[in-house]
């Protein structure tokens, strides 16, 4: 088997939130599905989609305190169908030298990240049957099985106020992409 990584998303750093805010929702017609902080000194991210069945298509972030004036791509984000995709694909950037520098779940999603050759961040993930607000991090062991990582995800997730199933989640998207109130 040979795991196909499709690009899913791609994130932005900015220095005017509100004018890519305006820009994204106003003019391509993208929806804010979440919003949140994350970082120390504390930086904004917003996710925003086209699609109700991708939580985010596109992220806009606050850039790190020592980037300076210039815009950056924030990462490049591959989905793959499965735990075992995520497997061989983390197997196949550790052999080739590269470091995973984190590897979490996002409750919506389990998740690697690590540099391209050039330095650009790259995160390969797998949806989860499962929605929590966003950001959310939390750890998880490609070493257990399957079903042990579904077990603790699920667990520390329904531990979340936000919890739903990623099904009910995409039925309210989906109306407040077509106009309806959520």
Same mark, same amino acid.
């Given at each position: 088997m %040979?795991?196909t990584?499709?690009?899913r998303? @791609? &994130?932005?750093y900015t220095?005017?939130?509100?004018a890519?805010?305006? !820009? #994204? %929702?106003g003019?391509?017609?993208?929806?804010? %599905?979440?919003?949140g902080? #994350?970082?120390?000194?504390?930086? +904004?991210?917003? !996710?925003?989609s086209?699609?109700?069945?991708?939580?985010?298509?596109?992220?806009?972030?606050?850039?790190? =305190?020592?980037m &300076?004036?210039?815009?950056?791509? /924030?990462?490049?984000? !591959?989905?793959?169908?499965?735990l075992d995709?995520l497997?061989?694909?983390?197997?196949?950037? @550790?052999?080739? &030298?590269?470091?995973?520098d984190?590897?979490?779940?996002h &409750? *919506?999603?389990?998740?690697? #990240?690590? +540099?391209?050759? @050039? /330095? *650009?961040?790259?995160e390969c $993930?797998?949806?989860t049957?499962w929605?929590?607000? /966003?950001p959310?991090?939390?750890? !998880?062991d490609?070493s257990?099985?399957?079903?042990?990582?579904?077990?603790?995800?699920?667990?520390?997730?329904?531990e979340?106020?936000g919890?739903?199933? =990623?099904?009910? $989640?995409?039925?309210k998207?989906?109306?407040k992409?077509?106009?309806g109130a @959520?």
């Amino acid at each position: 088997m %040979t795991a196909t990584a499709r690009l899913r998303h @791609v &994130g932005l750093y900015t220095n005017d939130m509100d004018a890519m805010l305006d !820009f #994204y %929702t106003g003019v391509m017609g993208l929806t804010e %599905t979440d919003r949140g902080e #994350y970082g120390d000194p504390i930086q +904004r991210i917003v !996710f925003l989609s086209s699609d109700p069945s991708e939580h985010h298509e596109f992220v806009l972030a606050d850039p790190p =305190a020592d980037m &300076g004036e210039t815009v950056h791509v /924030q990462q490049m984000s !591959f989905l793959l169908d499965s735990l075992d995709d995520l497997r061989e694909i983390h197997d196949k950037v @550790v052999g080739s &030298g590269i470091e995973i520098d984190r590897m979490i779940t996002h &409750g *919506n999603a389990w998740s690697i #990240y690590f +540099r391209d050759p @050039v /330095q *650009n961040r790259v995160e390969c $993930y797998v949806h989860t049957p499962w929605y929590v607000p /966003q950001p959310h991090g939390h750890p !998880f062991d490609l070493s257990q099985s399957n079903d042990e990582i579904m077990a603790i995800t699920e667990a520390h997730c329904r531990e979340d106020a936000g919890f739903m199933q =990623a099904s009910e $989640y995409e039925a309210k998207m989906a109306k407040k992409m077509n106009g309806g109130a @959520v």
